[in-house]
Structures are given as structure tokens and as C-alpha cells.
């Protein structure tokens, strides 16, 4: 039975955040709570992109982000928490210089990030710096493989493509697939994933078609996946571009089933015509969960917003929870609130009660979670499986 898709990405609650130019804001959660740490030691850094073709994922991230460390003080994990924010422009060589202010200036040792781009770029000063980043966004396949400080508390897309096209295969769709790519950690991860899984299907892969992320004509590319008549096309891109690639798919004719990732819970994906039926992988969160943190959070989120947070906004509650979790484990040992302590007591736990329900991680830093198929219906996004 299809249900509707809870997507705050298209939310109208206010963002009282402020967020502006590179790193000039902080969030700023206390009570009355007297801890043993200094005041400047609960502080973590949140690396989005405040500017840019992709900057509507900045404020969506940032709402979630301020109301996980609002929760955190709120459920006495933590004497207070500090978020410092910088602007990563979504792109690899911003994305360094937004994690460098973070760290040398803000000094902050646990950093939330996205976009599989700028988490591959800042993995190795991670590693150098013993510095946790973790991703609530980005899920190119390789960020399970960037070391032991990159976390991600997102699927990756090798997990998503899975669950995808084994649902594809068991409605009947078959034959061949184009795909649109961007040339980046994501893009170049579903393209390789999707030229081993689909074949394994049954299927056949006739193009791929690597693109900029910065590409905004896609006209040639259009006309020839119109020619090549497939039966689906895979969009392997994010932001306001993948809204673009469709819309331009379809003024030349393509007729075939657009699929694409979790990615396309976009501002705006849901409303144009032609994106209509489009068929997406993600994340299933259990809103239903009825455990202690999920049950709060949800009721002190629906204070201030007319709809549940979307499965990207709960990644990164969930990244503030799993900062505060870590936090608390170190300071009751009678440690300093090092980085490399925080990875210590991240491996020592393992399973986490947060936002959803327990959450496990394996030994990589990935996580162990369910996938979900979504569809654009009249304007909404709805779960199909």
C-alpha cells in the first residue's frame, strides 16, 4: 500500500539558524547541567554547502543539526554543545578549506559533512589530524574505505543500487539501461556498481554518460540516450542538476523509466510534471520506533515543524546523538575529549540507540541499514517497498 514519504527537504518550518558566509555562524545548545569539561571543549564542526548551485541542502541539514544538539543538552548527554559551521560549496577543494577553518579555528575534532566529493578530499587530513568526520549525505562507495575517522551513518550506494534493482527485476523491468553520470566519487561509484549489478540482473548497460557536476546543457546527451530507446535510465547526480537532466530527457522524448538514488529527495523534485514516476532508492528510518530517542526527538521536532524530518535530517540528528553518545562514554572513562579517544569509544560501542532505533556500524564505519524504493506521484514522494 503506497503511503506518503515524510520529506522536509520541501518543509516550510522556519531555519533559525542564520547560517552565512563560510563558518560566521555558530549553534549554541545549553543547561543547567555542570560538567567537568571547559565550555569550549563540546564543540563540533558541520562542513555544508552554504552557497552554490546546491546550497538548498545547507539549511534542511543545518535545522536537524541544531535540533539534534538542542536534544542532546535537552537529554543531558552533554553540559552544552557548540556547532560551528563552514561552507563547503558541495566541491572537493572548498570542502578542504571549510574543514581546515574547522579544525585550526574552531578547533573542533568531530566534523558532519556531505557530499561524497569533499568527504574523499578531507579524509586523509582526518586520518592526519585524528579528526572524526562523519557523513550523514554523501554515498559513494568509497567512503567506506577512506580510513578509520570517516563514519557514515547514511547507506552507501552499492547498498541502495542493490535493493533497487532487485525490486526493478521483480516488477518486470528489464533490458537495457542508460546511464547519466557525474564525474566524481558518486557518480563514477554508480556507474562501476551499475555496470556489475544490473548485468547480474539480466540486464545490459548501453551507455554511460560522464558529466561534470557543474554540467548544465544536456542536450547531445539527451538526443542520444533518445535514440538508444532504453528501457530505463539510472541519474547518478544531485542538487538542482538532476532536476535539469530529467527535464531535458524527457523534452527530447525519452520515454523510458528514470531511476536514481536518495539523492533526488531534492527541494522542488517532487513538483515538476516530468519528473513524474521516477523510481528512487534510500534509507528506511523506523518512525515508529519506540525507544526513548526517537519517541523525544520526534515530539520536540513536531513543536516547531508541520511534518516528520526527512531520512537526510534524521542522519544528521543522528550525527549529533552519536558525537554526544561518544562524548559521554570518554569524559565517564576520565578522558579528554580527544578525537582519536572519540574513535576509540565509537569502536567500543558499536550499536547506538538513536533517532529510528538501534543503529550498528561495522568495523569500516558503515552502517547496517534497510533500503527503501520511492516513487514521484502527483507531486509526492510515496514508498513502494
Not at 552565512?20 to 563540533?44: L, M
Not at 540486464?203 to 530507446?229: K, L, R
Not at 528506511?284 to 537526510?312: C, D, E, G, I, R
Request: charged share 10%.
Amino acid at each position: 500500500m503506497l503511503r506518503k514519504f515524510a520529506s522536509v527537504l520541501m518543509a516550510g518550518s522556519a531555519f533559525a539558524l542564520g547560517l552565512g558566509a563560510c563558518g560566521g555562524t555558530a549553534s549554541t545548545a545549553t543547561n543547567s547541567t555542570n560538567g567537568t569539561a571547559p565550555a569550549s571543549s563540546y564543540v563540533i564542526g558541520a562542513s555544508l554547502p552554504e552557497s552554490g548551485p546546491n546550497a538548498g541542502y545547507a539549511p534542511v541539514f543545518a535545522q536537524a543539526i541544531k535540533a539534534g544538539a538542542q536534544f542532546a543538552v535537552a537529554q543531558h548527554l552533554v553540559p552544552h554543545l557548540t556547532v560551528k559551521y563552514a561552507d563547503n560549496q558541495a566541491l572537493p577543494e572548498p570542502g578542504v578549506v571549510a574543514y581546515n577553518q574547522l579544525v585550526q579555528v574552531d578547533h573542533a575534532n568531530f566534523i558532519l559533512s556531505t557530499f561524497s566529493g569533499v568527504i574523499t578530499a578531507t579524509a586523509p587530513l582526518a586520518n592526519r589530524d585524528e579528526v572524526i568526520q562523519v557523513n550523514g549525505g554523501g554515498v559513494g562507495p568509497n567512503l567506506a574505505d577512506l580510513g578509520a575517522y570517516t563514519i557514515n551513518d547514511i547507506p552507501l550506494l552499492n547498498d541502495e543500487i542493490s535493493g533497487l534493482l532487485q525490486y526493478l527485476k521483480s516488477k518486470g523491468f528489464h533490458g537495457g539501461m542508460d546511464v547519466i553520470y557525474t564525474n566524481d566519487a558518486l557518480g563514477t561509484g554508480a556507474y562501476q556498481t551499475l555496470q556489475k549489478d544490473w548485468p547480474a540482473q539480466g540486464g545490459t548497460i548501453i551507455h554511460g554518460y560522464e558529466i561534470s557536476p557543474t554540467t548544465a546543457d544536456f542536450t547531445s546527451i539527451a538526443s542520444q540516450i533518445a535514440s538508444n530507446h532504453p528501457n530505463l535510465v539510472y541519474v547518478a547526480s544531485y542538487g538542482s542538476q538532476q532536476i535539469s537532466i530529467v527535464k531535458e530527457l524527457r523534452d527530447a522524448g525519452v520515454t523510458a523509466q528514470m531511476v536514481s538514488y536518495s539523492g533526488f529527495n531534492y527541494p522542488g523534485a517532487a513538483t515538476p510534471s516530468y519528473d513524474q514516476g521516477l523510481i528512487f532508492s534510500s534509507e528506511k528510518v523506523n518512525y515508529h520506533a519506540t525507544n526513548n530517542m526517537t519517541t523525544a526527538f520526534l515530539k520536540q521536532w513536531m513543536q516547531s515543524n508541520t511534518s516528520l524530518p526527512s531520512y537526510y535530517q534524521v542522519n544528521y540528528a543522528n550525527g549529533v546523538l552519536l558525537y554526544a553518545e561518544l562524548a559521554k562514554y570518554v569524559t565517564s572513562h576520565h578522558e579528554a575529549l580527544t578525537g582519536k579517544n572519540l574513535l576509540a569509544a565509537f569502536h567500543a560501542v558499536k550499536t547506538y540507540d538513536l533517532i529510528g532505533g538501534e543503529l550498528t556500524f561495522r568495523s569500516n564505519g558503515t552502517v547496517e541499514m534497510p533500503i527503501q524504493i520511492n516513487q514521484i506521484t502527483n507531486g509526492q514522494f510515496v514508498v513502494l517497498k
